[in-house]
């Protein structure tokens, strides 16, 4: 073990980690950056074809985003948000307002996607309340949804162990089946699976709408669900139906926003507008924490007022509209602009398409699903009945290991081995973790 793996085991805690893991499985020290790759403590190197949790977007280190966050530090790091502003953060809300769908006028800045989660959910029931609909508090979301891990984000979460764990501390919440498509009937479309379960949520939302202020889900991919994916028609006739029995609709794009399912934001595949939309991630190029909530001038309309009605917004963070992060939000934007990303993107898209067939036949592969730039391999034990392989054989931690032998960073979401990469990787280093994810597979398959 080397000394800052020791170190750090003796002070810290780490996030989504059994910590006396580390007894088996060693800690990886990074210590670089250098585009695709992280560089560990002993010089090894290993592609993050998981974009460091979804976060980078460009590549570690990348020159344009570094600079803006050097050049901002030598001016303002950091400023009280509340009565002050600073000139990143009404850059990047100008940009924000511009390039998402048209509607969103309104910019709520927070420090992660939980938090963001937190506000959309806080400024809907508010809302309500501010107009004179108090009755309409309840939230819908879908089973197997994830956002995030504040106890809000919780509730309207759908995460057994969490529900287990926390579930005295959460608010009732009414579940929706799922779009999820891996569950259509043989020769099903994504299409039609999508409608048919769209008919349920329309049942729910008939019987609950008067008290129901919002419906959240994550647009065309549940992320952490085990990258479980839907069509686009589910949010069409989603938004059709929160516009016919008035109830506002929260998309959370923070992993799937700027880029990730092939268009800027997911819910534009749908050609339709949310009256929340959560960001985050991507946001800075994974340079520095932010998100934003993005809604309507409708909404912001309805907490504006004398300060005796007492309807402002009631929700802050320290590091609201923190300058340095934003100024790295500004360059990743930036970078948008001057550069075609979606359309280089098609090239990954394409070839993440490709290697992705050798693993439709696998005999222990049982589903291969791919949304953009997101590619999702579901391991299992009989892939004719879908029956899963046990949980606590832990068949995705053996695909992890094998990867870093081979220089990946690949980390399976229970049996699902996806890769979701930085931008900048190339068609050869797509190859490669195929190949490493192939070999991974038949390892951790065998009994």
Partial sequence: M??????????????????????????????????????????????????????NLFGHGRVEIKRAVQQQAEELEHVIFSGCSNIPAIELAEKLVAITPKGLDRVFYADCGSAAVEVSLKMSFQYWKNIGRPEKQKFIALSNGYHGETVGALSVGDVALYKETYGPMLFDTIMAPSPDCFYREQGESWYDYSLRQFEKMRSLVEKHHHE????????LIQCAGNMRMYHPVYLTKLRDLCDEFNVHLIFDEIAVGFGRTGTLFA???????PDFMCVSKGITGGFLPLAAVLTRESIYEAFYDDYSSLKGFLHSHSYTGNALACAAGVATLNIFEQE??????????????EVAEQFV?????????????????????????????????????RVYQHALTQGALLRPLANVVYMMPPYVITEEEIELLARV????????VKD
């Fill in 2 to 55: 080397s000394s800052l793996s020791q170190r750090d085991l003796s002070v810290l805690w780490h996030p989504c980690t059994q910590m006396k893991e580390h007894e088996i499985y060693p800690l990886l020290p990074m210590v670089k950056g250098d585009g695709v790759y992280l560089i560990d403590d002993q010089g090894n190197r290993y592609i993050d074809a998981i974009s460091s949790w979804w976060v």
């Fill in 212 to 219: 129901t202020a919002a419906i959240i889900l994550e647009p």
């Fill in 267 to 273: 819910c534009e595949q749908a050609n339709v507008v």
């Fill in 340 to 353: 075609p990303i979606l359309e280089n993107n098609k090239k990954l898209i394409n070839k993440l398409s």
């Fill in 361 to 397: 036949d696998h005999p222990f592969v049982g589903d291969v699903r791919q949304t953009g730039t997101v590619l999702a391999i579901e391991m299992m034990k009989d892939k004719k009945t879908k029956e899963a392989f046990d949980w606590r054989e832990r068949r995705g931690i």
């Fill in 437 to 444: 994810a192939w070999d991974g597979i038949n390892k951790a």
